[in-house]
């Protein structure tokens, strides 16, 4: 069986679904939160894939609970994937946030829009959190029972998070922003997209803001070799990562350099970027 509850926080269940997402990921964490007397809310059930939309389907209805409404963190496509198949099964509104609900107008309509600190009756309460940087809609969910928080794409326990500084995507300054304030609430509990839950996310938050800032170091110190586009950055500033993920690491790199403009430390001029000052 897929799904299992978690241990630390009982009101809600983990089911791993194969979806079409970044290795070394294969799988999204569909989460369901709640009991027979709340319903069950599902998060994130990401899966196109028929034979993963039938065994989600068959793990929630031997919970014997109603399904009473579909939440989704973000937009992304492994995150969506079985959200109209299972909304239509059960018969479930969508939620989500609205600068979600916008950027999936045409492909799937959100019933009701979440906004930040808005709790949701399931369990305990889920406490909706906006994190943006990954994505701008981007939600997290805390769990008022277990303290837990549902953090979607803002870490995970396999593969990395990508910063994407496409409109309506990711922001390195606000995701920076977000990281801190998951830090402040010092959860005892991560339940990522990806991978396990995380036990310790006081240690894995610091480590992600810490290699952030070095790694934007590293921007800086290939800006002061000299003027250029971003394909010649990349090698200067990511001299670790191997050609084959040069243009993953060129989206990661642009976002960089996007926050340091808008810090007023870096421009760019006819496709090439400086330093200013």
């Known amino acids: 069986m897929q799904g299992h509850e ?4 009982p009101a809600i269940r983990r089911f791993a679904v194969r979806t079409p997402t970044l290795p070394p990921a294969t799988h999204t964490n569909a989460y369901v939160v709640g009991d027979g007397r709340t319903g069950l809310a599902v998060v994130d059930p990401g899966s196109p894939y028929a034979d993963q939309q039938e065994a ?3 793990y929630l209805t031997s919970l014997g609970a109603p399904v009473v409404a579909v939440v989704l963190s973000h937009h992304h496509v492994d995150h969506v994937g079985g959200v ?4 239509r099964r059960f018969a479930a509104p969508i939620l989500a946030h609205p600068l979600t609900a916008q950027l999936l107008a045409g492909r799937i309509a959100v019933d009701r829009t ?3 600190g808005e709790v949701l ?27 837990a928080v549902l953090a979607g794409d803002m870490v995970a326990s396999i593969g990395t998070i990508i910063i994407d500084p496409a409109p309506g995507e990711g922001d ?13 609430r010092r959860a005892p509990l991560l339940l990522p997209s990806h991978g396990d839950p995380i036990v310790d996310p006081d240690a894995l938050l610091g480590f992600y803001l810490a290699h952030r800032r ?3 170091e590293r921007v800086v110190l290939a800006l002061r070799a000299g003027a250029a586009p971003v394909e010649e950055l990349v090698p200067r ?19 960089h350099l996007f926050k340091l403009r808008g810090e007023a430390r870096a421009e760019e001029q006819g496709g090439r970027w400086r330093l200013t000052g």
């Open 121 to 147: 009756p399931f369990a305990g309460g889920l406490e909706a959190l906006h994190t943006p940087g990954h994505a701008s809609g981007h939600l997290c969910f805390a769990d008022a029972r277990s303290g």
């Open 237 to 255: 500033a990511y001299p670790d990562v191997a050609p084959a993920l040069y243009a993953l690491a060129a989206r990661s790199l642009t976002a």
């Open 56 to 58: 989600l389907t068959a």
């Open 172 to 184: 390195m300054r606000l995701y920076l922003a977000s990281l801190e304030r998951l830090r402040a």
């Open 214 to 216: 070095e790694r934007e």
């Open 114 to 116: 979440v906004e930040e």
């Open 6 to 9: 978690i241990e630390g926080a």
């Open 84 to 87: 109209l198949d299972l909304a």
